[in-house]
T-cell receptor, first 114, second 112 residues
Framework: DSGVTQTPKHLITATGQRVTLRCSPRSGDLSVYWYQQSLDQGLQFLIQYYNGEERAKGNILERFSAQQFPDLHSELNLSSLELGDSALYFC?????????????FGPGTRLLVL | ELKVEQNPLFLSMQEGKNYTIYCNYSTTSDRLYWYRQDPGKSLESLFVLLSNGAVKQEGRLMASLDTKARLSTLHITAAVHDLSATYFCAVDPLGNTDKLIFGTGTRLQVFP
């Protein structure tokens, strides 16, 4: 158990809908990352937040957005969902977000868009 | 665009044998990470390599980094069934961020 929690574990929804994925980092960690894992795209970095501020952005679609709240939990919002958004979404956290730190991954949220 | 390539993609090996997984990347970086993923599970950090020539070992796994060759290796010694998993390497392309670019993964199966 990494100490990173994610809810829900599974999510089934329809195309065009909007969902919110939630992540609580390890106690004391200030940085949160979101990744998407799918069969065709592999593991892709989406976005990073540090202490409430966006720090780095990857291949995140405009339909997706994220934020980190004052209590450091983070939410990933996916809207206008498409079949291709079906994937495993991981949240990870690290202490201060500095280069070379270990990122600890949560159990993931499996999203299925029908 | 940064590319991180692993080979082999699939590896079936007998218990007790040794083997090496290779991770090649296409840009200069001295930050290389190895993760393990069991089927349907999350990613577990194995090693963080932070400089040229870095070598780290944990149990039957040893990782090394050659930044000049843009190559990292994960060596498996005397494999056991519990090592069966998918192994990913990841690179920080700028060397100063946490924006990890992951390789394709190597699926390892160890049989008796």
């Amino acid at each position: 158990d990494s100490g990173v929690t994610q809810t829900p574990k599974h999510l089934i929804t329809a195309t065009g809908q909007r969902v919110t994925l939630r992540c609580s980092p390890r106690s004391g960690d200030l940085s949160v990352y979101w990744y998407q894992q799918s069969l065709d795209q592999g593991l892709q970095f989406l976005i990073q937040y540090y202490n409430g501020e966006e720090r780095a952005k990857g291949n995140i679609l405009e339909r997706f957005s994220a934020q980190q709240f004052p209590d450091l939990h983070s939410e990933l919002n996916l809207s206008s969902l498409e079949l291709g958004d079906s994937a495993l979404y991981f949240c990870a956290s690290s202490t201060s977000g500095g280069s070379g730190e270990t990122q600890y991954f949560g159990p993931g949220t499996r999203l299925l868009v029908l | 665009e940064l590319k991180v390539e692993q080979n082999p993609l699939f590896l079936s090996m007998q218990e007790g044998k040794n083997y090496t997984i290779y991770c090649n990347y296409s840009t200069t970086s001295d930050r290389l990470y190895w993760y393990r993923q069991d089927p349907g599970k999350s990613l577990e950090s194995l090693f963080v390599l932070l400089s040229n020539g870095a070598v780290k070992q944990e149990g039957r796994l040893m990782a090394s980094l050659d930044t000049k060759a843009r190559l990292s290796t994960l060596h498996i010694t005397a494999a056991v069934h519990d090592l069966s998993a998918t192994y990913f390497c990841a690179v920080d392309p700028l060397g100063n961020t946490d924006k990890l670019i992951f390789g394709t993964g190597t699926r390892l199966q160890v049989f008796p």
